[in-house]
């Protein structure tokens, strides 16, 4: 994957909303909230006005930097959901939310989702009792998402665990915080999402492209 270099809160920025890209920096020391109504750079003292494409593109390009994907990385989850019976955009936003990486952010075992994405990969993370080094893998009804037991005294861990009662955790998912074991109830669906996305934009991007 590639990897973004400069401050993420200039993501924020530019996107005009919060993206949780940080952490506990994020309820503590969001630039957006000391400067909402400036996008980064030099000419950002008032937001531009954008084209009916440039809202589009702009929507996707948020939802892509909420989950960490590259562009190609996230098309290929559009093709995909465009393939799958159902209203495109909702089945996006499910997928997405079926990441590994995801879902064990929802489950407070990292800070943000790129600290979750540095556990999956570090070996952290079980899956039905199974090592899953792969980010994306995808999360299914029953599935069992849990920290490995030598891993669970990791303070950046039971940190990012103080988190979860900021911003809550999903219904879809059940948490045994004691044992570090998070369960999948259900597969996600649109409403479980609470960050505010507007998925038929993207939709309308890419029919556009």
């Known amino acids: 994957m590639a990897k973004y ?13 919060k993206l949780f890209l940080k952490g506990e920096k994020c309820y503590s ?3 957006l909230e000391k400067r909402p109504d400036k996008a980064p750079g030099e000419h950002g003292l008032v937001r531009p006005k954008f084209s009916e494409f440039g809202i ?3 929507e996707k390009q948020k939802v892509k ?7 190609n990385q996230f098309r290929r989850y559009f093709e995909k959901a465009s393939r799958v019976k159902g209203v495109t955009g909702q089945v996006l ?8 990486d995801n879902v064990a952010y929802r489950l407070g075992f990292g800070s943000s989702r790129k600290e979750a994405r540095q556990m999956v990969r570090y070996r952290h993370i079980l899956v039905n009792g199974r090592r899953v080094d792969i980010p994306s893998y995808e999360v299914k009804t029953g599935d069992i998402v849990e920290v490995a037991p030598e891993s669970r005294k990791l303070d950046r861990i039971n940190q990012s665990f103080e988190l979860l009662s900021r911003r809550g955790l999903p219904e879809w998912l059940e948490l045994d915080r004691e044992n570090y074991r998070g369960t999948v109830k259900r597969l996600p669906v649109r409403e479980d999402v609470t960050v505010p996305i507007e998925e038929q934009l993207i939709v309308e991007f890419y029919s556009r492209v």
């Open 5 to 17: 270099t400069e401050a993420v809160c200039r993501i924020c920025r530019r996107e005009g909303v």
């Open 29 to 31: 020391k969001c630039t």
């Open 56 to 58: 589009r593109l702009r």
């Open 65 to 71: 930097r909420i989950y960490g994907l590259t562009e």
């Open 93 to 100: 936003i499910s997928s997405l939310e079926r990441r590994l």
